[in-house]
């Protein structure tokens, strides 16, 4: 009986909370600093990297239908919202390393008469428009995840109507960002980068078909451990980045041994990252917030892993209210108390690490000290 209570409300907590980060900054003031520097440094503001394929004729046809959708609880809507207003430096962060990276990296000697290309402020067009396909590939993924599962639809998440129209929309909407993103990628005359990038597009797809088909039922009896954690969030958080750096270094024909640093730089960047995300709730308390937080964040995947599952499901028990819904200050404070949230935050530390040894190589310039920053912000609560 308790066991089909659990798993009931883990699906409901994992169906609430399935989104796509957006790159979510710490919440530090230190970190709005290190985005505002940075993008000085590439050349503009990297959050109007996307406008214009935003402001196309045929998305704007699309905003219009959108808009039937206000009053709704749809979540496309809060995606919608976090395009037009982002206080926290969040949205573009990829289009912005891979600039960044590009600038550090700096011109190819080498390979200057295969190119023949005009760089501006350090960065070849190239991969100027590569960082506009990355964040078009990134807003398609977060658009389309705010597509409803309307299995689980009951009557207080709204009119059956309106989630079936913003449905349409969600994946309508992502389909035009992903088709505009395609176009571009072939426009780069580089098989390479466009299967490298491809790569990066299936990961993605794999990584959110992972994390939805580890369905509660997973989660309660097999549990998750540590590693899988890591290669699931690599798939879903990190492909992308990684490889889209690994791509800018192609883009400017840089030898193999910068591909790979490049490389490393976006995977440990990406999982530090999601790290400090997932760490939130357990090192910083909001007041006045509504506490809540992933049964998947890895403080609780390292919780699990060292207490045991059957433990594991006697805190779940035990956090469970007679309505049969789960008390967060509770399980908080039962995985608080155990070694998971400094587990988490050892390993956030070491790819902080790893990602600063990775850019190192690289010659020393304004565009690495802004990469390196970008680094120490990850491993800062």
């Known amino acids: 009986m308790f066991a089909a209570a659990c798993l009931k409300l883990v699906r409901q907590t994992v169906s609430s909370q399935r989104t796509l980060s957006l790159f979510s900054s710490t919440g530090s003031s230190s970190w709005t600093k290190v985005v505002s520097d940075a993008e000085k440094i590439v050349g503009y503001p990297t959050s109007f990297m996307s406008l214009r394929c935003l402001l196309s004729d045929e998305l704007s046809n699309v905003a219009m239908h959108i808009r039937k959708l206000v009053g709704t609880q749809h979540p496309l809507l809060n995606t919608a919202r976090g395009f037009v207003y982002d206080s926290k430096n969040n949205l573009q962060m990829r289009g912005l390393i891979v600039l960044l990276l590009s600038k550090a990296a700096g011109p190819n000697h080498a390979a200057a008469d295969v190119l023949a290309q005009d760089m501006v402020s350090g960065i070849y067009p190239s991969q100027r428009n590569l960082a506009e396909i990355v964040e078009l590939i990134h807003t398609a993924f977060l658009v389309h995840r705010g597509v409803v599962n309307l299995k689980e639809w009951s009557a ?136 809540t937080f992933s049964l998947n964040a890895a403080p609780v995947v390292f919780h699990r892993q060292i207490v045991g599952e059957d433990r594991w499901h006697q805190h779940l028990q035990q956090a469970t209210t007679l309505r049969n819904q789960l008390d967060y200050s509770k399980l908080l404070a039962t995985v608080k108390s155990e070694k998971g949230v400094r587990s988490a935050l050892d390993l956030c530390c070491f790819h902080s690490n790893k990602a600063l040894e990775a850019i190192k190589a690289f010659p020393s310039s304004e565009a690495r000290a802004a990469l390196e920053n970008i680094a120490f912000a990850v491993a800062k609560f």
């Open 156 to 291: 207080s998440d709204g009119l059956l109507k309106d989630m079936e129209f913003g449905n349409k929309m969600a994946v309508l909407s992502g389909d035009f960002l992903l088709a505009n993103a395609c176009t571009g990628l072939a426009q780069l005359n580089n098989t390479e980068v466009v299967e490298l990038i491809s790569s990066a597009i299936g990961d993605v797809v794999q990584g959110i078909y992972y994390e939805n088909h580890s369905s509660a039922e997973d989660g309660l009896i097999d549990g998750v451990d540590v590693t899988s954690w890591e290669e699931q969030t690599f798939l879903t958080h990190g492909a992308l980045l990684a490889k889209s750096c690994e791509a800018a270094m192609l883009l400017a024909k840089h030898d193999k041994q910068s591909q790979t640093l490049a490389h490393l730089y976006g995977k440990h960047l990406s999982l530090g990252h999601k790290l400090n995300s997932d760490l939130q709730p357990f090192v910083k308390g909001g007041v006045g917030e509504p506490l």
